[in-house]
């Protein structure tokens, strides 16, 4: 078993040390100037979904309000909020109005909720992009926020800044917010979970693709004629599944780094976290019982037992957390608690796969399943 361990441990640092470069060399591109950058910015449309989302559009809103970037629009789906987010939408909407070149749409559905067949997220971002008029979509989720007034206007440089066929972008954000022990296995997740450097190298493999539906961008062009959302309308994870969806059309999503750019607020409580984790997470392990108990297994031997099996495979558990950690942002006190992380990681999982078994999954008063 020692032997086994280190070679998964060896393979996971293989995958973590390639992203690393990826993400290093990407960011390197988008520094300098680029004689190729277009004379006039591109037009922006920033799209925004938004259930019960008074706080953190109160925090989303005022940083689109101060970009600098000279042309951009916002376009807000209010899917049939309960609290004040009606209100918030409403003072925002007068504030965008005294600013040039940017406007602020709100988009507002029915109390019923989305058409059957839809998770009500995929709905409200279709809703959304058949509005927009923009070149670029920027898809963020409300509890986003752009760190300075010059943010989006590097979003649009590092979009412009793809490779030459790239034209969806997905980033990787900072995350902040309660429950960082639970949240921060996220970035630890996206950097040892998925080879990036191989998905553009692997255009016959829709599979080996993603997305972080938490910021993303795409060309107009290409989403109107895929309609991701619509082809994805009844998938609770929209975002994994839309990348691999864009990747087999022939749009291969390129991961940016974006932590100088967007912030992620995910959850205001340690219960509003685990409620959402559970949403997703046995989804994310196959959305099986036989996939999610081999994956509940292998997290649970590799990063939680681990230890007892030789001290360098411990000492391995605390350098990847502490990597990953670093890499997204997270505060040293979250590294030096990496076995609560990771044992929190395997209740939430069996959590979340009793959950989906029983059908009792819900989110923000809807049934998921």
Request: with cysteine.
């Amino acid at each position: 078993m020692p032997l086994l361990l280190t070679l998964l441990h060896a393979g996971i640092w293989l995958v973590l040390a390639g992203n690393l470069w990826y993400l290093r060399g990407g960011r390197d591109a988008t520094s300098g100037d680029d004689p190729t950058a277009p004379g006039e910015p591109p037009r922006l449309s920033v799209l925004v979904p938004a259930r019960d989302e008074e706080r953190n559009l109160g925090r989303l809103l005022p940083s689109l309000l101060r970009q600098t970037h000279p042309r951009f629009e916002v376009v807000v789906y209010d899917d049939g909020s309960t609290d004040g987010t009606t209100a918030v939408l409403r003072e925002a909407r007068a504030a965008f109005q005294e600013r040039n070149g940017a406007a602020l749409r709100v988009l507002h559905g029915t109390d019923d909720g989305p058409p059957a067949g839809w998770v009500g997220k995929t709905h409200a971002l279709h809703e959304a992009a058949r509005e927009a008029t923009g070149d670029v979509f920027l898809f963020l989720d409300a509890d986003a926020r752009l760190e300075d007034p010059g943010a989006l206007g590097r979003l649009a440089e590092t979009f412009h800044r793809l490779p030459e066929d790239g034209d969806v972008l997905t980033g990787f954000p900072r995350l902040r917010g309660a429950a960082l022990l639970l949240v921060s296995i996220v970035p630890n997740a996206i950097l040892t979970g998925l080879p990036w450097p191989l998905v553009r190298r692997t255009p016959g493999l829709p599979s080996l693709g993603a997305l972080n539906g938490q910021c993303w961008m795409i060309r107009a062009e290409p989403y109107r004629r895929h309609q991701p959302h619509a082809a994805q309308k009844g998938e609770v994870l929209e975002d994994v599944e839309i990348g691999r969806f864009l990747k087999a059309q022939g749009h291969t999503p390129v991961m940016r780094d974006v932590t100088g750019e967007v912030s992620i607020y995910m959850y205001e409580s340690a219960a509003e976290a685990w409620r959402g984790f559970r949403k997703n997470a046995y989804l994310l392990m196959g959305g099986t019982p036989g996939a999610a108990t081999l994956f509940v297994t292998l997290f649970l031997l590799t990063f939680v037992l681990a230890p007892l099996f030789a001290p360098w495979l411990g000492a391995s558990v605390f350098a990847l957390k502490a990597v990953t950690d670093w890499r997204g942002g997270q505060p040293a006190w979250v590294s030096l608690l990496a076995p609560l992380s990771f044992a929190g990681a395997v209740a939430l999982q069996i959590d979340s796969t009793i959950s989906h078994w029983r059908g009792s999954v819900k989110w923000k008063g809807r049934r998921v399943t």
